[in-house]
């Protein structure tokens, strides 16, 4: 007797669309193609130590840092199973300067906008630490067929559909389009994600704070402050806090979305405005923390409201579980 097999995210996705009066099944294809550039990644990923994809090519990003092999594969496989599909009137990328448009040769006018952090972690792709691929989709609101800049420059509040692929012990895929957070794990052995965490949410509040210590030098007094507010003891407020650092932040931020706590990148003396990239990292992620009802701030301001104003626009992030962020928010307002 076959066994039943649970939901598939092909299935999850269509279930989504009948829910949409008049929807056209764009999305829908957008979304399936993430997933085949998903499960491409996947496999490389999972071979990195075996085929030369492994080490550096040499060359710098816009962000001035090294390309790894696999930044490179895994931005062209997603570019690759997009700019045909007709669905898109643009892309951005972490790893490409400025907007991505569509090659006259492919069909025009799409009516959404992809941007992605292609692979997020880098740093630890050649250690075998758990690394992701984030992407974030705008309605197109620019005139003409061709996207344009302020197609991407949308409010975080505005995204139709964000989501994430980590690629760890297990391969898992995790989305919203404002219907709840669902979370769906790879099955090699039919090469389908299936629907493992139906309707993900965040505890309230965490046990676990995340942030680079080694950058306490640079971290300005009230960031200090509350580092040190969740590592004081005491019992009545469930504190000190464990430390979890992975060093990629889909981890960290997935981690945390399942058992609760906060990720914290703040701005310092040396990264003004921060590390972490608002339109493919941030936002994305603030979305889908909203979804699963935790929240998130860059500096005070919710990280779903900030405006953006450049394509590789930088923000400070504190994110995860609501009462974790509120802490936050609060010491960051120096009410402490
Ligand atoms: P990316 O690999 O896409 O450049 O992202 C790396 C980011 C993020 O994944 C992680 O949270 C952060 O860099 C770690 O930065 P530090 O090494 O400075 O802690
Ligand atoms: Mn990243
Ligand atoms: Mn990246």
Not at 43 to 66: F, I, P, S, Y
Not at 201 to 208: F, R, V
Not at 230 to 259: C, M, Q, W
């Amino acid at each position: 007797m076959p066994e039943r097999l649970g939901t598939t995210l092909t299935k999850h996705i269509m279930e989504m669309q009948r829910r949409i009066p008049g929807a056209s099944g764009d999305f829908s294809g957008l979304l399936n193609e993430i997933i085949i550039a998903g499960k491409v990644i996947y496999r490389a990923v999972n071979k990195a130590g075996l085929v030369d994809v492994l080490g550096r090519t040499g060359e710098v990003n816009v962000q001035g840092e090294e390309v790894q092999k696999m930044d490179e594969f895994a931005d062209l496989t997603m570019y690759q199973k997009m700019d045909h599909t007709g669905y898109l009137c643009a892309m951005a990328s972490e790893e490409v300067e400025d907007i991505i448009q569509i090659p006259d040769k492919h069909p025009q006018g799409g009516k959404y906008t992809l941007a992605f952090d292609p692979l997020d972690g880098s740093s630890n792709i050649d250690v075998n630490v758990s690394i992701g691929t984030i992407f974030s989709i705008h309605k197109k609101i620019s005139k003409g067929p061709k996207g344009a800049l302020e197609d991407f420059l949308q409010p975080g509040k505005k995204q139709i559909c964000a989501g994430y692929i980590i690629y760890g012990s297990s391969t898992m895929l995790v989305y919203t389009t404002g219907l709840g957070v669902h979370g769906f794990t790879l099955d090699p052995s039919i090469g389908e994600f299936l629907l493992s965490h139906p309707n993900i949410k965040t505890p309230a509040q965490g046990s676990i704070y995340s942030i680079n210590e080694g950058n306490s030098y640079k971290w300005d007094d009230r960031v200090t402050k509350l580092v040190n507010y969740f590592k004081t003891p005491d019992k009545e407020s469930g504190r000190p806090y464990s430390g979890r650092y992975i060093g990629s932040l889909v981890a960290d931020f997935h981690r945390n979305l399942l058992k609760g706590g906060i990720f914290m990148y703040p701005a310092d003396a040396k990264t003004k405005a921060g590390k972490l990239r608002l339109l493919y990292e941030a936002a994305p992620l603030a979305l889908i923390c909203q979804e699963a009802g935790g929240a998130s701030i860059a500096d005070y301001e919710d990280i779903l409201e900030v405006e953006p104003t450049e394509l590789h626009q930088r923000v400070p992030l504190f994110i995860g579980s609501k009462n974790d962020v509120e802490k936050c928010r609060s010491f960051l307002k120096g009410e402490f």
